[in-house]
């Protein structure tokens, strides 16, 4: 689950980090309310505003702007604020529909009085599963994309390993601050915000933590200006406080629906829709669809319990994908009853009637599959059966020709 860069900075700041300070704004008509808030409280003078939506490199889009008086900050914020912001991060890139600007957050600007006096850093943390140990990328190009960085000058990245049994270690926190080439007073201080950055990665559950600028402001204390934060869903249960900031409206309204009718979905780029039970079985079908000349529109996972109501509720996500032009069913009968599966798909499909305008492919293997391959058969719908992956695959290439 990710979390607005405002949600993330009031986790951040809940565990001690120093963060860039602001206020959301979802109305101009709270404007001067607002601004006097963050005035009030960090006695800036210019001020930024922030597009607050889950995607980075919204200044590129022009959803991030500096105010330099109480007028410019105002137009700034009644432009972002409804605005179709497009990033190279947003649905089909610039070229895409952008996505709805529903808050803005309106900022101290941090780099005063001293600008020159500031430097910005980049750090991240996040879990590398090959070592099975959490990592700190840090490098001293700050505010760039750290994937470019990477590419061209891959000896500016570092990475410090942290062992789970351990934990964070002083001596880590040290070499962190001397490579980025602090010393002195902000040596110190980022030693400090690297130990309550990990406490609060750790302590919420995260999966990442994106400080993109981290900054050395003049005064030489160490500020994330900007962050992005992903929770593991897994771990929502043990913070219901967190879970609760999660914004819906941001997610695939189809991937919210099929949260919702206990389905795993995601949805991809391709024309065949799947739907599977486990999440290798769905790997290994999406994998025979690439191989038959396909393209997987989506993985599905519809669990253990396929009776009907959650093979209708699957259907009709799958089938609000106008690129789909055929679904492959592919069933393993283990816990699950493949003949209770086949009388699922049976009465989905009479259910749906007129909405099913696509081929159906189904593949049931396991505990009753002889029955179910009959019920399919008979049943004297436009269903295929097949028994082995290659047939389904067969099957899926004539379809899509």
């Not at 007073?185 to 990990?198: D, G, H, Q, R, T």
Request: glycine fraction near 10%; hydrophobic fraction near 40%; aromatic fraction near 6%.
């Amino acid at each position: 689950m990710n979390l607005h860069e405002y949600q993330g900075k009031e986790l951040l700041a809940s565990y001690g980090v120093a963060i860039q300070r602001g206020v959301v704004l979802e109305d101009i008509s709270n404007f001067d309310t607002a601004l006097g808030q963050l005035k009030e409280e960090t006695g800036t003078d210019f001020v930024v505003v922030k597009a607050q939506i889950h995607a980075g490199g919204r200044g590129k889009g022009g959803g991030v702007k500096l105010g330099k008086n109480d007028a410019e900050v105002k137009e700034h914020a009644n432009n972002i604020l409804g605005m179709m912001l497009k990033t190279p991060q947003t649905p089909g890139g610039l070229e895409g529909p952008g996505k709805l600007v529903r808050k803005v957050l309106l900022t101290e600007d941090s780099y005063a009085p001293d600008f020159d006096a500031c430097k910005e850093f980049y750090i991240s943390i996040l879990m590398d599963r090959g070592r099975k140990q959490n990592v700190i990328i840090y490098s001293t190009e700050g505010g760039m994309d750290i994937e470019k960085v990477a590419e061209e000058t891959p000896h500016l990245v570092h990475k410090e390993y942290i062992d789970p049994h351990l934990g964070l270690q002083g001596f880590q926190m040290r070499k962190i601050a001397f490579n980025l080439g602090l010393s002195g007073k902000s040596f110190k201080e980022m030693c400090k915000f690297i130990s309550k950055l990990y406490a609060a990665f750790v302590g919420a559950d995260a999966s990442l933590f994106e400080i993109n600028p981290c900054l050395k402001a003049g005064d030489d204390s160490i500020i994330a200006v900007d962050c992005k934060v992903s929770l593991d869903d897994n771990a929502l249960f043990r913070h219901p406080d967190l879970a609760a900031k999660r914004d819906k409206t941001e997610e695939d309204p189809a991937e919210v629906e099929a949260g919702e009718f206990g389905l795993n979905y995601v949805k991809l780029d391709g024309n065949v829709g799947c739907m599977v039970n486990g999440a290798g079985l769905a790997m290994a079908t999406m994998d025979i669809i690439k191989l038959s000349g396909g393209d997987p529109a989506n993985f599905l996972d519809v669990g253990g319990t396929a009776d009907a109501e959650r093979v209708e509720n699957a259907f009709r996500i799958i089938l609000r994908d106008p690129a789909v032009k055929c679904i492959l069913i592919n069933i393993f009968g283990g816990i699950v009853r493949c003949d209770r599966v086949a009388q699922g798909v049976v009465d989905a499909y009479k259910n749906m009637g007129d909405q099913i305008q696509v081929p159906i492919i189904v593949r049931l293997q396991g505990t009753n599959a002889d029955i179910a391959k009959k019920l399919i058969d008979e049943s004297g719908l436009e269903v295929q059966s097949a028994i082995t992956l290659q047939e389904a695959a067969d099957a899926v290439a004539k379809v899509i020709g």
